[in-house]
């Protein structure tokens, strides 16, 4: 039987090796190339949620425009607004910006409050006060769009907060009360 001489194992030896790495390097490159469009699928969803964020909250802010001259419909244009808040919910769930979903899900969560939001007597609303609300939602998540800082809260969120800490206490003074 011939043998093999040394040169000839080297050979092989650099052969197996250089296979082996050339599979591992394959290997690195498809899961590289896996992970890089995995995290291009979620960039494009995420991207999208807010576009779609934007459709529904104007939706709800020209609602929120068209608050009725008589009071027997208020409690209906209430609801709606409300439904609408609601159905973009899920939506908002996929914005993967922190601070900008929180800002969204704020303006939402004053669309359940609407008739605080209104009521002037009584908390110095207005009916303008729901549409200037969205109005600044729709400022956030264009800012988000457009790749820019989130903007400030302006005068009418800062009303609406204003409300909501009125609210919330004088529920909690309630509760009180009623625990007495």
Known sequence: MPTMDGS??????GT??????????????????MKATRDLRIEEKAEAAVEEAISQLYVIKQRARDHPQNRSGVGEWEQELSQLAA????????????ELRERIEEVLGYMSMIHDLTDYPVHRGSLMLPWAVCSYGLE??????????????DEPMRKAREIDAFVREYMEMSRQEAGR
């Open 8 to 13: 000839v194992w080297v050979g092989l030896a």
């Open 140 to 153: 956030c998540l264009g800012a988000a769009v457009r790749g820019e800082p989130q903007p400030p809260p």
């Open 16 to 33: 197996v090796i250089g296979g082996g790495l050339s599979i591992w390097a394959t290997v690195v490159a498809q899961s590289r190339q």
């Open 87 to 98: 159905q973009m919910e899920p939506t908002v769930l996929r914005i993967r910006d922190k």
